[in-house]
Nanobody, 126 residues
Framework: VQLQASGGGQVQAGDSLRLSCAVS????????WGWFRQAPGKEREFVGA?????????RYADSVKDRFTISRDAARTTVWLQLNSLRPEDTAVYFC???????????????????WGQGTLVTVSS
């Protein structure tokens, strides 16, 4: 399984971006996609997750709730992270991750994810 993240760029505060993460390989029926980000000089942090249960449930970090949205295609090959109302503090490298065979537990923990994309840079200027 390989993940390919794309869609990053340089934008102004208040703008929007849509990040994509495409998977090559098998995605299990029970899985969770995660989005994380790492700002310059900081540790990587959880942004949000899409859990496959109950038709799909998205969960978000408080810092991005109501601004970011995660969605996934029906074929389970691509997940998107829609970033709205961007702020300079959203500047970071954004990573997607996948855990096949998700059976519960904290989706915000990096160590549950077995596959990671390479990251895509989002730069927000004021």
């Amino acid at each position: 399984v390989q993940l390919q993240a794309s869609g990053g760029g340089q934008v102004q505060a208040g703008d929007s971006l849509r990040l994509s993460c495409a998977v090559s390989g098998r995605t299990y029926a029970s899985h969770v996609w995660g989005w994380f980000r790492q700002a310059p000089g900081k540790e990587r942090e959880f942004v949000g997750a899409f859990v496959s249960w109950n038709g799909g449930m998205a969960r978000y970090a408080d810092s991005v709730k109501d601004r970011f949205t995660i969605s996934r295609d029906a074929a389970r090959t691509t997940v998107w992270l829609q970033l709205n109302s961007l702020r300079p503090e959203d500047t970071a490298v954004y990573f997607c991750a996948l855990r096949n065979g998700y059976h519960g537990g904290s989706y915000s923990r990096e160590d549950i994810y077995g596959y990671w994309g390479q990251g895509t840079l989002v730069t927000v200027s004021s």
